[in-house]
């Protein structure tokens, strides 16, 4: 069996999947009872385990994702432009 340190050391090294199973068993055992460190470190297995979905979906996520359209864009930039020519009129006058 691990000890809390250990189990939060492997955790913050390497992706647990990549460890060999009997660790991997070991750790996720230590993680599901222990009760000082298991929270924490079932976020983090939580977290990597996203990283990695969304890593394996990456580029199937990229190609379908909405476009956004060239008059759309231009209105965004427009705004963008606007606000920021506000907000640094409204900084120059607060200086004064």
Do not use: W
Request: one cysteine or more; charged letters at 30%.
């Amino acid at each position: 069996m691990f000890t809390c340190k250990q189990v939060s050391n492997a955790l913050s090294r390497e992706d647990y999947e990549k460890l060999p199973p009997t660790k991997r068993f070991f750790l996720k055992l230590h993680v599901k009872l222990c009760i000082f460190c298991g929270r924490f470190n079932r976020q983090v297995m939580d977290s990597q385990d996203m990283c990695r979905h969304f890593k394996a979906h990456e580029e199937e996520l990229f190609y379908n994702r909405p476009k956004l359209g060239e008059d759309r864009k231009s209105a965004l930039k427009e705004m963008l432009s606007s606000q920021s020519a506000q907000s640094g009129d409204a900084n120059s006058a607060e200086k004064v």
